[in-house]
């Protein structure tokens, strides 16, 4: 079948409720389907100037969705359930993504360019991203060290890293000092129940990124024992942005990839621990 004749069966009105799959269709250059974004969308700055806001990430205005006829709505994980069955109920197509991983963020690029007919710029971008892992693998092996990492989440309770930031984390040449619980899919399931623990484990960097809310390096640094911490009495605290690295998407692989690993190259350097 001809390119033009199965042109007809793709989506044209694509409502994307979380920003990851937006920015996606923009590297696409597919971002004329889309009609609708979450209001979290930082990712293409563009997107919020162009596109009407239709949800949150717990929630979502259904008649506003409703009123931009889409063919489909796109959400992600099991915590927009809800939104999903709604919208099933009414009759709209939904697709949800529930991956925790970077082989799920990178199996949702290839299959979002298949929906839009793009699968070989999908494969395209996938490469790009497998290019970067690859030329920062070669160099952190030829570290003597790698970084003890603590990477948060959320302040109160505290929160660890999900899994893939836990993978970005040791793909940049550190090692997260909770990667036992980073696979847990949900937020509880990585709870921190006792600063002492991080204390404990006593990591070289910090990695501070809470969910939007904005950092409070005074308020951490005084945790009860916290003063004993490397990272703290070196001063290797960092706050990332959550858009490039609490999205699980392609922001995460390239720049959240990039501005970690840049942190881990600095404590390197300062440790003298390469050959």
Not at 8 to 35: A, G, M, N, S
Not at 51 to 57: D, G, Y
Not at 83 to 89: S, T, Y
Request: aromatic share 8%; charged share 25%; with cysteine.
């Amino acid at each position: 079948m001809k390119s033009k004749d199965y042109n007809k069966f793709l989506p044209k009105r694509i409502v994307c409720l979380t920003e990851e799959t937006t920015e996606t269709l923009y590297l696409l250059e597919e971002q004329d389907r889309i009609v609708g974004i979450s209001s979290f969308t930082v990712r293409p700055a563009i997107a919020k100037k162009e596109k009407p806001k239709v949800s949150s990430f717990i929630d979502a205005h259904i008649n506003k969705i409703l009123a931009l006829k889409p063919d489909l709505v796109i959400g992600y994980s099991d915590i927009q359930a809800d939104i999903a069955h709604k919208l099933i109920k009414i009759g709209i197509s939904v697709w949800v993504n529930n991956y925790r991983d970077i082989k799920g963020i990178k199996s949702m690029i290839f299959q979002l360019g298949i929906l839009v007919g793009k699968q070989d710029k999908s494969l395209a971008l996938i490469e790009i991203i497998d290019n970067k892992f690859f030329e920062i693998s070669k160099e952190v092996k030829t570290w003597k060290r790698r970084p003890r990492v603590y990477f948060e989440e959320w302040d109160s309770p505290m929160i660890s890293a999900i899994l893939w930031v836990s993978e970005i984390i040791n793909s940049a040449g550190g090692n997260d000092i909770f990667s036992c619980i980073s696979h847990e899919s949900l937020a509880k399931g990585r709870i921190v129940e006792d600063s002492n623990e991080v204390v404990k484990e006593n990591p070289d960097i910090i990695l501070i990124s809470w969910c939007g809310k904005k950092f409070n390096k005074k308020e951490m640094i005084n945790r009860p024992n916290w003063n004993k911490i490397n990272a703290i009495k070196n001063n290797y605290v960092y706050e990332i942005p959550s858009e490039i690295i609490l999205q699980p998407g392609p922001a995460s692989l390239l720049d959240g990839l990039d501005a970690i690993h840049s942190i881990f190259k600095e404590w390197n350097h300062n440790n003298k621990t390469t050959t």
